[in-house]
């Protein structure tokens, strides 16, 4: 078996990210530790870091990576009873790695002596629930109105994907999110920058985002940029459409909106690593930029015909993002894969574009780390 890592994200009763879930498929703990230690340098550190192994029984060989200081160990109440699982959990312990535990169900005896910072449970099995021995979230959740429920009936949080679904759509943009896509379209055409500047100054947030978005640690800059005319001279208007691009992925006032969004970044990013070795500069800012704008029409309540319908983008990008063809469609569908629990069809797209389980993984955790380094809130 190929060793896949996918992920998903952790969020709070507020629909907040609090943490991310790292999912190691693997045919043995020793093969996950392997995998771990190779994204070692892309590690995110922004978040706590929960770390499952699925298709394997959790062993000391999970030892041979040394989880970082944000990380916690999953160990699912299933393996409890196993002596190579236990042996793990007292070495954990011991060595002061927080644990969580998955697949907790009400009733269920637990060794003694031991503690779980979170705890996971199937919202589907167990839609109610009173106690639990750690921070209750649940998993399973199909959409909105199913966390709403967990909430109500005694969760503190879930991990999933479930917020990309579920969302109410209108058939045209509000104004506010309107005025950012006549921005995007000035920069599109190289207006003069008094032009765009001035189109700036009617909304004194969108300067400030846009200088935080460009000055944050993702971006890697050597100096601070501090207007917009020296955002120009420094990046230029190809990239600075990608930073502006960030702005219209952020407008959404939603209290779910900062969990969209990095789900958006991270499929751009995640894209854009993706295709480093087939495209150029440019068109590696459209696969951002595609990523990203995959989730306009839950971000904005809008239909994404009817987003699309007021910019100027590149035929490229309208071709993957309504019809999934095009140069960009399929990395589209591996960026929307990987949100996914089907590790094999994550590893048939990336098999399609020629890319190893290895590259994908460090793939993935790169963009996570990545949207991570920026702010949402």
Request: charged share 20%; net charge negative; aromatic share 6%.
């Amino acid at each position: 078996m190929t060793v896949l890592l996918r992920r998903e994200p952790v969020v709070n009763r507020q629909k907040a990210i609090t943490a991310s879930r790292l999912v190691v498929h693997a045919d043995s703990s020793a093969e996950a530790a392997a995998a771990l230690n190779g994204v070692a340098d892309v590690w995110p550190g922004a978040r706590s870091i929960f770390v499952s192994v699925a298709g394997c029984l959790p062993d000391e060989g999970l030892l041979a990576w040394t989880p970082p200081e944000n990380a916690m160990i999953e160990i699912p109440a299933a393996d409890l009873g196993a002596s190579p699982t236990r042996a793990l959990m007292d070495a954990l312990a011991a060595r002061g790695i927080p644990m969580c535990l998955d697949g907790y169900a009400p009733g269920m005896e637990l060794p003694a002596g031991l503690q779980f910072r979170f705890v996971l449970s199937d919202a589907r099995l167990h839609p109610v629930m009173k106690t639990a021995p750690g921070l209750l979230l649940a998993k399973g959740l199909a959409d909105h109105d199913a966390f709403s429920a967990a909430v109500g009936n005694g969760y503190a949080g879930a991990a999933g994907w479930f917020f990309l679904h579920g969302m109410p759509v209108k058939d045209k943009l509000n104004p506010g999110h309107a005025q950012i896509v006549r921005l995007l379209n000035l920069v599109r055409r190289n207006a003069e920058v008094k032009e765009i500047e001035a189109a700036l100054k009617q909304d004194v947030t969108l300067s400030f985002k846009l200088l935080r978005y460009i000055n944050s640690a993702g971006f890697g800059l050597s100096c601070e940029i501090q207007s917009f005319k020296h955002a120009v001279t420094i990046l230029g208007y190809e990239k600075l459409n990608k930073w502006l691009s960030l702005l219209l992925v952020t407008a959404s006032k939603d209290p779910a909106a900062p969990a969209l969004t990095q789900a958006a970044i991270a499929r751009g990013r995640l894209m854009e690593i993706a295709g480093q070795d087939l495209f150029d500069k440019a068109q590696l800012d459209n696969l951002f930029i595609t990523g990203a704008f995959s989730l306009l029409d839950v971000l904005l309540g809008a239909r994404l015909e009817a987003v699309l319908e007021q910019m100027h983008l590149p035929e490229t990008i309208t071709d993957a993002l309504l019809r999934r063809e095009g140069l960009y469609g399929p990395f589209l569908d591996l960026a929307l894969a990987c949100e996914t629990d089907d590790a094999e069809g994550i590893l048939a797209r990336a098999e399609a574009l020629q890319l190893t389980a290895d590259r994908i993984n460090h793939a993935q955790v790169e963009a996570l780390a990545f949207a991570d380094s920026l702010q949402f809130s």
